[in-house]
T-cell receptor, first 112, second 113 residues
């Protein structure tokens, strides 16, 4: 089956620090990969996606590259802000899967 | 212009009661989902529907009964609520099921007293 392993948190950073959240996956078939973000008290928002090997998804200064050889999709941001404090979820789905398989989520807190 | 809307946002009720959560999407998607998020933030699929037909029922107790009257709606009815049902329930939708991003509602926070 499909599964996602995500770096455990919580992660606490200072503003303007570099953020990396590791994500690796196992999948039957060819997956599409996603990062979702959940701000406090809110629902999940799609942050970025990649649908094939070597694709780079990017949004709001965040980036992640689909690495088939290492089955990874690590999330990075070069300079975080307090407003980036949230829970980040790595997820995947495959053709005819009809569900997202999520990692456990990583709580990120950015301090001023 | 809300894409996926679910009601109510908060639901506080007593053990043993029956309650419903409604979900509607205006994105024209043909696939809808219910997910449960537990107190540790872990998200797990409960049900998925494609064109009003049940595709996934992920070992959910039969006290939970989803109903999809049309492609734009997927409601969740829960009978005989138990303490362990306390969670946040998210509705989502996508186009054509697999390999597509899913769009989520804001969640319904269910608390059982």
């Amino acid at each position: 089956g499909n599964s996602v392993t995500q770096m455990e948190g919580p992660v606490t950073l200072s503003e303007e620090a570099f953020l990396t959240i590791n994500c690796t996956y196992t999948a039957t078939g060819y997956p599409s990969l996603f990062w979702y973000v959940q701000y406090p008290g809110e629902g999940l928002q799609l942050l970025l996606k990649a649908t094939k090997a070597d694709d780079k998804g990017s949004n709001k200064g965040f980036e992640a590259t689909y690495r088939k050889e290492t089955t990874s999709f690590h999330l990075e941001k070069g300079s975080v802000q307090v407003s980036d404090s949230a829970v980040y979820f790595c997820a995947l789905t495959t053709t005819n899967d009809y569900k997202l398989s999520f990692g456990a989520g990583t709580t990120v807190t950015v301090r001023a | 212009d809300t894409a996926v809307s679910q009601t109510p946002k908060y639901l506080v009720t007593q053990m043993g009661n029956d309650k419903s959560i409604k979900c509607e999407q205006n994105l024209g998607h043909d696939t809808m989902y219910w997910y449960k998020q537990d107190s540790k933030k872990f998200l797990k699929i409960m049900f998925s529907y494609n064109n009003k037909e049940l595709i996934i029922n992920e070992t959910v107790p039969n006290r939970f009964s989803p109903k999809s009257p049309d492609k734009a709606h997927l409601n969740l009815h829960i009978n005989s609520l138990e303490l362990g049902d306390s969670a946040v329930y998210f509705c989502a939708s996508s186009q054509n099921g697999g390999n597509q991003p899913q769009h989520f509602g804001d969640g319904t926070r269910l608390s059982i007293l």
